[in-house]
């Protein structure tokens, strides 16, 4: 699907009627559907199977249109003009006149926003009178799709329209930061947690275990549905094997996130090779270790919820 003018038209057809569409974004593609619309968001649920009490993030173009929605602070301002459009998602608290659908929020009273870099999500807001709330394009506690292939993998002709967007640039989804009261950190992404500090002149800290249901603190999540074992020095023959640098000897359970240790390289690649290994017919998995720095924070932290068991 070209980016072109006819192409938005027909996404925004289908959006207009409740329907659900896949939308890339920079961090993974999203199931999108108007924000406004109880019916659409209702859609959004079902097909992803996702727990009524796990709140959607929302996607806007525009302060303005924000601020239908939303009360903004002097924090919210100050990480926007640094980071938007991009991977950053807030939680901010909600007008009472917003016309927010409450199945976005679970009846809460705050709202996780956030503004997408990429062109065709971009152009695609822009003509819509309303908001998208789009999680990622997957079936509930499963691996996150980067490519359109991947979302009609998950659903086939059960959602109505694909917006060919490419590989997702970034392949992790985005930061989530609390700023209904003290700042904080709710889900680590892509960028540096010292890059926000340094933004809003305070200290952040990341609740890993957070009083609030935000997108990802499932036990189990981003899993490819098999088991994983991380900070690996070896695999068994059985085992797929994810490496992050070249190895001299040459196996076929050997899948590498990247030959040089580039941890942004490795997180775009993360979720293609997780669906690559599942499609192989393998039935465990082994990482080697994956330095604990910048994105590689987020990488491990995507492994290690994938790696957890259902109690």
């Not at 003018?5 to 207009?16: A, E, P, T």
């Not at 924000?35 to 525009?62: E, G």
């Not at 503004?115 to 065709?120: D, E, G, I, L, Y």
């Not at 980067?146 to 970034?170: A, D, P, Q």
């Amino acid at each position: 699907m070209n980016n072109n003018l006819s192409n938005i038209k027909k996404s925004k057809y289908f959006l207009d009627k409740h329907n659900c569409i896949g939308m890339p974004t920079e961090t993974v593609y999203g199931l999108a559907a108007n924000a406004y619309s109880s019916k659409a968001i209702s859609k959004i649920f079902k097909l992803k199977k996702r727990p009524k009490n796990n709140p959607l993030i929302v996607h806007y173009s525009s302060l303005e249109m924000l601020k239908r929605d939303c009360i903004l602070n002097e924090n919210f301002t100050k990480l926007y003009n640094k980071f938007c459009p991009g991977p950053l998602t807030f939680i901010l608290k909600l007008k009472k006149d917003s016309k927010i659908s409450k199945f976005v929020t679970n009846k809460k009273k705050t709202l996780a926003v956030r503004f997408p870099s990429h062109p065709k999500a971009k152009g695609l807001l822009k003509i819509l009178n309303y908001p998208l709330a789009a999680p990622s394009a997957n079936i509930s506690s499963r691996v996150s799709p980067v490519t359109r292939n991947h979302v009609k993998e998950e659903f086939g002709k059960k959602i109505k329209y694909i917006i060919e967007g490419g590989l997702s640039k970034i392949g992790l989804e985005s930061t989530i930061i609390n700023l209904t009261g003290k700042p904080e950190i709710l889900r680590i992404g892509s960028i540096d947690i010292n890059k926000l500090s340094k933004a809003l002149k305070k200290k952040l800290l990341y609740r890993k275990k957070t009083y609030m249901k935000v997108p990802g603190q499932n036990r189990l999540h981003y899993s490819p549905g098999i088991p994983l074992r991380m900070n690996c020095k070896e695999a068994s023959k059985d085992e797929a094997f994810i490496l992050m640098k070249k190895r001299n000897n040459s196996n076929k359970n050997f899948f590498y996130l990247s030959k040089n240790k580039n941890l942004k390289e490795a997180a775009r690649n993360l979720y293609s090779v997780l669906r690559m290994i599942k499609k192989k017919g393998y039935k465990k998995i082994a990482v080697e270790k994956i330095e604990n720095k910048g994105i590689g924070l987020a990488i491990n932290d995507r492994l290690q919820k994938a790696s957890k068991k259902n109690k």
